[in-house]
């Protein structure tokens, strides 16, 4: 068989689904789809099924495990480069989890293993947003923030496994609010979608003005997307919280940025989706804190591939490692 025939097996693992493609040495999702994430016995069991998912897909695709090179896989927590393991995993309940020895036992396929959101920062570089580039930062918005921070074409992992931790980034120095990570004040508290629906509710409970938030002020019908909704009708409130996310944003994305003078900023995850009523007044921010020469030479883009970004990542992570960079991107 011809090696462009051979497929990569693109795995992203979420704390609901597991995203899972069969991808062409090109980058081409051939097959995509996902199952959900079997959380019992605190994730034991996610590998097996992750197995499972692809022995009946080739199945149902009349083709056999000879077709695949190889699992790039993407998982929700440092991961050691060593030795592929997952040092912590909160809401998969892993802790230390050997992913990279036991899929390979249960699919006897080889794999590598990154951060999910290293591996969505690639997927930009190969196939979206930062295609072209080779130098870029990506930051996904979405529940928390989460963050890909890329040099000369490759993921930076720092001495750990926990570099680009963009989310992380100390955003309120004094009195900030209290963080998963244990910390408080950071980005995530501000620029994820939580942290815009409180700010919005802390607005609310701060003033007696009109806005068109307050009629969602129950607690659990407000959402990021309803105040960049309220936003876009001319809401005061609205768009003082999205002003003060892009403040916060623009600042951390401009410091990471007169360190690395990146090509692109890629923007993702579910509050990207907001698009203009967020980039325009974060670009305004980065340009303010941003070195001159830094802000002329980076664009800020919102990422293109949505969901697929992990699974293509992965396959690209798949491809340079077990290949060992025989096919030119």
């Known amino acids: 068989m011809v090696m462009e025939e051979r497929w990569l097996v693109g795995v992203d693992v979420g704390g609901t689904t597991v995203k899972m493609a069969f991808i062409s040495l090109q980058g081409d999702i051939i097959y995509s789809w996902e199952i959900d994430t079997d959380l019992s016995n605190k994730g034991k069991h996610i590998p097996a099924s992750i197995a499972r998912a692809i022995d009946q897909k080739l199945v149902e695709l009349n083709q056999t495990k000879n077709q695949l090179v190889g699992i790039g896989i993407g998982a929700p927590g440092p991961v050691n480069s060593d030795d592929g393991s997952v040092e912590v995993a909160v ?11 036991i899929l390979e036992r249960e699919t006897s396929l080889p794999v ?40 000369n074409g490759e993921i930076v992992h720092g001495v750990n496994g926990a570099g680009g931790e963009i989310g ?117 921010e980065f340009i303010r804190f941003a070195f001159p020469r830094v802000a002329h030479g980076v664009e800020i883009v919102i990422a293109t591939l949505g969901n697929n970004a992990g699974v293509i990542g992965g396959a690209w992570l798949a491809k340079e490692k077990l290949i060992n960079k025989l096919v030119p991107l």
């Open 112 to 151: 590598v293993v990154d951060n999910d959101a290293n591996i969505a920062a690639i997927g930009e570089m190969w196939k979206g947003a930062g295609k072209g580039a080779k130098n870029l930062i990506c930051v996904t918005l979405g529940t928390g923030v989460g963050g890909g921070i890329i040099v």
């Open 91 to 101: 809401n998969l309940g892993w802790e230390r989890f050997l992913l990279q020895t």
């Open 168 to 284: 992380h980034i100390t955003s309120v120095p004094r009195d900030g609010s209290p963080c998963n990570c244990g910390k408080s004040g950071c980005l995530e508290t501000v620029a994820s979608a939580t942290g815009v629906v409180r700010l919005a509710m802390e607005g609310l409970a701060s003033t007696n003005k009109t806005s068109i938030l307050r009629n969602f002020y129950d607690g659990q019908a407000l959402t990021a997307k309803r105040v960049f909704d309220a936003a876009n009708e001319g809401d005061e409130l609205a768009n003082r919280v999205i002003g003060e996310v892009a403040y916060h944003l623009g600042l951390a994305l401009a410091n990471l940025a007169n360190g690395l003078n990146p090509e692109k900023i890629v923007i993702g995850g579910g509050v990207s989706k907001a698009g203009d009523t967020l980039l325009r007044p974060l670009k305004e």
